[in-house]
């Protein structure tokens, strides 16, 4: 929670409280994690690479009259 303080006439303070972010990770909650939650997923690739086929049939088109 933000709190505002009037510190000069025109100049405001701003002052946080509540947890800080820290340079070092929390690894206690990394420690505690279930893994038997997460939900199974399939990986698929959006915008697959062409094949070498594809790349030179390409080639060949450009190439033609």
């Known amino acids: 929670m933000a709190q505002h303080e009037l ?23 990394i420690e505690t994690f279930d893994k038997t939650k997460l939900k199974k997923t399939e990986t698929r690739e959006k915008n697959p690479l062409p094949t070498k086929e594809t790349i030179e049939q390409e080639k060949q088109s450009e190439n033609a009259p």
Not at 7 to 29: I, N
Request: hydrophobic share 30%.
């Open 7 to 29: 510190t000069e006439p025109g100049v405001l303070s701003l002052s946080l409280s509540g947890p800080t972010m820290s340079d070092k990770p929390d690894f206690a909650e």
